[in-house]
Structures are given as C-alpha cells and as structure tokens.
C-alpha cells in the first residue's frame, strides 16, 4: 500500500475510533453472544452498518429483510439490489483502506487463521466482528439465530430457521425410501478435489438421498487421484459449477453440472437440496 492510501487509511480509522469507541456494552439495547471462535462480541446497540466478508451472510441478511443494514459488500456479492454499494474486494484479505471508509457497526467474517491480519486490524481499531464457519447444515442456523440477535430481528430470524428446517424436511421426505445412489462431487483441479466426511457437502448430498463416495479423503476438502476417481463405483458425478475435470475421468458416468448456489450454505439452502436430490433422482425434476 502507497504511503498517501497509508495515511488516508489511518484517518478514517481514527475519525471511526473517535466516533464509535470500544466501551464495553452497557443499556437497554446491548447485546453479547459468543461466536464461533468463543470470542465475546458485545455491541451497545443492534448493528445497523454491517459488512459482511462471507457472501452466505450477505444473503442471510438480504433474506431477513435487512439489506439496508449492508454498508459494503464483496467482490463475490452479485446480487442487483448490492450493485450500488461499495465493494472491499475478497472476503480474506480484503481492502483495509474500502472496509474502513464503510465505517461499519460490525464486520461478519471467516472463523479460523486464514486471514489473521484482517482480526488484529479490526481489533486494534475497536471494531466489532464476528466470526462464522459455514461449514455444516446446522451452522446455517446458527448464523441466521446470530444475526437475529445482532440486528436485534428475531421476530425474522426464527422464522426463517424454521422454513429452512422445514423445506429441508420436504426434500428428506420425497427421497425416503430410495435406494442410495453412489454419489461423487468434484470441484475441479487436477487432481480434482473433493468434500469428505462431516461437511455441508456430504450432509447435503445424504439428505438427497446419497452416499457420498469420497467421505474417505483425510481432511475436509482434499484431492482425489485420478485412479481412485476412475476405479470407484460411482453412479452420479456431481461437478460444482465451472469444474474443469478432465473428460476421461467422466466417460461412461452420468455426470450433472450443479449450479453455484450448492456451494453457497446460506438462506437458499433448501433450493440447492432441491437441486441435488433432482441430479441424483432425475424423476424429481419434474415435480
């Protein structure tokens, strides 16, 4: 970063500093939860200028009706109704200088170490953040029970859990009974990767009435060799959008294409389940 952005950056931190303050949470309105991280977040009023670093949060706030609340967005937040807000670039690593001109209430971001200079930049200047791991089903509802309470809507956001659950349920239930199908998911490389045991991946593809053939790889998400792609039994590949596998690896398999929205744990869970149990059980499609 040039020295002017430096300075220009340092400014606008301070003229925050100034404005916001860290007082530990006190009156009527404050509000504490822990996070992900089992850090404490307090804030002493509801958050009204968020920017969220996790594009599934983004959509958790559009859909508790809150998009008024979004200061900024990502890169990766498309959605027409976020065209006019200022992008901060990635969700790790964004820009310090575009966060902090957003001046936001509270910052919603990835749990872990991936992006430690993001954390001790937002600790240093006082601004609250939250940490999330979207990671599994029930982490959805977590994160959505969280917002409620630090946009204070619970009145929204425990209907909204329920729709989910319940819209999950509809989709367990029109797959009931099936025989499994032998399910592979590849998300592109070479080695093609993969989601193993115990992710959102894997839990959706079982609700779908699926067995997940590479719950065997050692971590969440890892490569798969081309031979035991070419050796398991596998009845449907599943390929995330924009996966470049190579073709011989396919041949002979029923291959579907899934839409972006499968990678994307957020508010739209239920139409990606949706989508996943039509690829897996072609009949559903037309339902």
């Known amino acids: 970063m040039a020295a ?14 100034c404005e916001a303050g860290s007082p530990p949470p006190e009156g009527p309105d404050a509000i504490e939860l822990m996070d992900v991280e ?5 804030l002493e009023a509801p958050a009204i200028r968020v920017v969220s670093l996790v594009p599934s949060v983004t959509e958790t706030v559009i859909a508790l009706g809150a998009t008024d609340r979004l200061a900024a967005r990502t890169d990766y937040d498309s959605q027409p109704e976020l065209a006019d807000l200022p992008s901060v670039g990635g969700g790790l690593g964004p820009d310090l200088e575009a966060l902090a001109a957003a001046r936001p209430d509270l910052v919603v971001r990835f749990g872990g170490d991936s992006d430690p200079a993001t954390v001790r930049w937002l600790d240093d200047l006082g601004i609250p953040h939250v940490a999330v791991r979207p990671d599994r089903l029930d982490d959805v509802w977590t994160i959505v029970e969280q917002l409620g309470v630090l946009l204070a809507l619970p009145d929204r956001s425990g209907p909204l859990a329920a729709r989910l659950r319940a819209g999950l349920d509809t989709v367990r239930a029109a797959v009931a009974g099936r025989p499994p199908v032998r399910t592979g998911y590849l998300m592109g490389g070479s080695p093609p990767w993969s989601a193993g045991s115990g992710t959102y991946i894997d839990e959706l593809i079982d609700l779908a009435g ?18 035991v792609v070419a050796t398991r039994a596998i009845d449907v590949v599943l390929l995330s959008e924009g996966a470049d596998i190579d073709a011989r690896l396919l041949e002979g398999r029923r291959v579907q294409v899934l839409s972006g929205l499968v990678e994307l744990p957020g508010p739209r869970i239920v139409e990606a389940a949706r989508e996943v149990a039509a690829a897996l059980h072609p009949d559903l499609a037309s339902r």
């Open 4 to 17: 002017p952005r430096l300075i220009a950056l340092f400014l606008l931190a301070f003229v925050w500093g």
């Open 38 to 42: 089992g850090r404490r977040i307090g």
């Open 210 to 227: 699926g067995i997940n053939v590479f719950d065997d790889i050692d971590g969440r998400f890892g490569a798969v060799s081309p031979e």
